[in-house]
């Protein structure tokens, strides 16, 4: 994040999206508290409490809380999923494994705002799934 302790909030321009002032600020605030995971090689698994399967322009994802990470996720598409194990594999190559029931998770919700924006998308254009 750009340093702006000594920067009237009026005067401070996001160099992403030209927004100027206190809005600015917010907009690049909210961009870096998402981050992007590990690479696979460095977590090929990955578990997921408080899980949810969604479905937008025919893909099925992933999102809930990893535990471990301490973090909401939505994974990439899912290539393959065994209803039975809870266990599915994205395009990134991660295994995903779906622990206890689904529910609703803050975190993960919102990395799925910021993933829907990201993707200029909006709630309505995503259907949950119930398996």
């Not at 578990?47 to 969604?54: A, D, H, P, V």
């Not at 322009?57 to 809870?86: C, L, P, Q, W």
């Not at 991660?94 to 200029?120: I, K």
Request: with cysteine; glycine share 8%; aromatic share 10%.
């Amino acid at each position: 994040m750009t340093k702006t302790d000594d920067m009237d909030p009026d005067e401070f321009v996001n160099p992403v999206t030209g927004t100027k002032g206190l809005g600015a600020i917010m907009e690049e605030a909210i961009a870096n508290s998402i981050w992007t995971v590990g690479s696979v090689e460095d977590e090929p698994e990955c578990e997921l409490i408080r899980w949810q399967i969604f479905e937008v322009n025919g893909n099925r994802h992933f999102m809930g809380y990893n535990y471990a990470g301490m973090e909401g996720r939505v994974s990439s598409k899912i290539i393959t999923f065994d209803e039975k194990a809870m266990r599915g594999i994205t395009r990134s190559g991660r295994v995903y494994q779906l622990v206890d029931e689904p529910g609703f998770n803050h975190d993960a919700d919102y990395v799925l705002s910021n993933w829907l924006r990201l993707n200029q998308l909006t709630r309505d254009d995503i259907e949950y799934v119930t398996i």
